[in-house]
T-cell receptor, first 118, second 113 residues
Framework: EAQVTQNPRYLITVTGKKLTVTCSQN?????MSWYRQDPGLGLRQIYYSMNVEVTDKGDVPEGYKVSRKEKRNFPLILESPSPNQTSLYFCASSLSLATGSLYNSPLHFGNGTRLTVT | LAKTTQPISMDSYEGQEVNITCSHNNIATNDYITWYQQFPSQGPRFIIQ???TKVTNEVASLFIPADRKSSTLSLPRVSLSDTAVYYC??????????????FGGGTRLMVKP
């Protein structure tokens, strides 16, 4: 089954304790992205990656890191989490550049990771 | 980067047709328009995508005028299960490699019995 898998689904941690949220897709997509969702603010993009070893900042990259060493994985790293990073996080993937077209290449989202930083 | 504007919320009743409009005045030539549906605590789910004129699938229709500065998602005969947040997204991954795909605030649709 084609899917984007995030782990963990729920995470409670303390300020300053490094954590990683994993994201994996099995659709051979080049494009992957991380979003955070907060009440009243909709979905805001944190980082995105157009391909392996290519990453770029989104709207709200401060306090986050990502890596794209393999096509299928795009982990989100919080080196020193703070309470303002308490949020619902979504990973998404899309587009095989080899097809040459964006049409019919929507974003596929994971089920989310609810992070609480105390 | 085309910014989108949607109504914050809409109410409807079962069986009615619902039209949600998204404004994107700065849409670029290569940008596509995509709509997503999101239920609480789930990731957004693709509904429909279009470039111009009208697109229809088994779930919805998408109307895009000639100037492409807006688009309207049409949901025929909504049911209670259509209660969700609907997002309009404008962008082009292929031709703007440095572009970001940014969601607007979404429209919260409430369908009542």
């Amino acid at each position: 089954e084609a899917q984007v898998t995030q782990n963990p689904r729920y995470l409670i941690t303390v300020t300053g304790k490094k954590l990683t949220v994993t994201c994996s897709q099995n659709m051979n997509h080049e494009y992957m992205s991380w979003y955070r969702q907060d009440p009243g603010l909709g979905l805001r993009q944190i980082y995105y990656s157009m391909n392996v070893e290519v990453t770029d900042k989104g709207d709200v990259p401060e306090g986050y890191k990502v890596s794209r060493k393999e096509k299928r994985n795009f982990p989100l790293i919080l080196e020193s989490p703070s309470p303002n990073q308490t949020s619902l996080y979504f990973c998404a993937s899309s587009l095989s550049l080899a097809t040459g077209s964006l049409y019919n290449s929507p974003l596929h989202f994971g089920n989310g990771t609810r992070l609480t930083v105390t | 980067l085309a910014k989108t504007t949607q109504p914050i919320s809409m109410d409807s009743y079962e069986g009615q047709e619902v039209n949600i409009t998204c404004s994107h005045n700065n849409i670029a030539t290569n940008d596509y328009i995509t709509w997503y549906q999101q239920f609480p605590s789930q990731g957004p789910r693709f509904i429909i995508q279009g470039y111009k004129t009208k697109v229809t699938n088994e779930v919805a229709s998408l109307f895009i005028p000639a100037d492409r500065k807006s688009s309207t998602l049409s949901l025929p005969r909504v049911s209670l299960s259509d209660t969700a947040v609907y997002y309009c997204l404008v962008g082009d991954l292929l031709n703007n490699a440095g572009n970001m795909l940014t969601f607007g605030g979404g429209t919260r649709l409430m369908v009542k019995p």
